[in-house]
């Protein structure tokens, strides 16, 4: 059972999210002016200037990064209980795997165990936090590598796990402890959200979500969510 008691960063999350839900829509309706900017610019410029068409793919670069941070700060500011249903695991994997952007240096595999039970889940919930985590394992492998993702039943039946692998460099010893805390990020471009977002949508479902190095290096992050969601 999941308990009542949050976590101090929700607690707070939960404090400032009406705050923060209309300061999002704000500056999402912003971002959506600078998006139809660009474009009609485009549209109008044409490449008839090669300055002019990078400074168009800057912006486009720019305000795509801060829609994602949004995005972030939206999911981390609502604290609600998930919306369950019936859930395949295993077609949830292959649904958000087919939508996934990766760069082609970056080799998908995926070792999905047939006949798992349906869990009792939000399925949108569970796909963000699957998400959030096959960006991180995407942007860590700078120099292109392999994503593998695993399904399987826990030992006692009880439980469905995901784990989502990658060949980058891993976690150096010093970030372990510190790579749920709220805005913790090492990455130039990166908001230190999506690790928090990911692991309270799985303990909203009375799950884990652990990360570790790999014992050869890279990155596993691993999902257990109980069947009956609880």
């Known amino acids: 059972m ?8 929700t607690a707070k999350a939960a404090t400032l999210g009406p705050l923060v839900r209309k300061v999002g829509h704000l500056v999402r309706n912003k971002l959506a002016v600078l998006v139809n900017s660009t474009y009609y610019l ?11 068409t990078r400074h168009l793919n800057l912006m486009e670069r720019e305000v795509a990064v801060a829609s994602a941070v949004v995005a972030d700060l939206m999911d981390f500011s609502m604290v609600k209980e998930p919306a369950r249903r019936p859930l ?12 996934l952007a ?8 995926a070792e999905l165990t047939p006949g798992l039970p349906l869990i009792e889940a939000d399925q ?23 994503l593998t993702v695993c399904t399987g039943l826990s030992n006692d ?3 469905v796990w995901i784990t989502v692998s990658d060949t980058g460099p891993g976690i150096p010893a010093e970030d372990q402890a510190r790579l749920f805390d709220p805005l913790f990020t090492t990455k130039p471009q990166g908001f ?4 928090p977002i990911a692991r309270e949508f799985v303990k909203r479902h009375g799950g884990q979500l652990e990360v570790r190095s790999g014992p050869e290096g890279g990155t596993i992050c691993t999902v257990t969510l109980p069947l009956g969601g609880q």
């Open 2 to 9: 999941v308990s009542d008691e949050l976590p101090e960063e």
């Open 42 to 52: 485009r549209l109008r410029l044409g490449d008839t200037d090669e300055k002019v």
């Open 88 to 99: 395949d695991v295993n077609q949830l994997v292959s649904d958000v795997l087919s939508g």
């Open 102 to 109: 990766h760069p082609s240096g970056v080799e998908i595999a």
């Open 124 to 146: 949108a919930q569970i796909a963000r936090a699957l998400g959030k985590l096959l960006v991180n394992a995407i942007e860590a492998m700078t120099a292109g590598g392999r």
């Open 157 to 159: 039946g009880q439980a």
């Open 192 to 195: 230190g959200l999506g690790l």
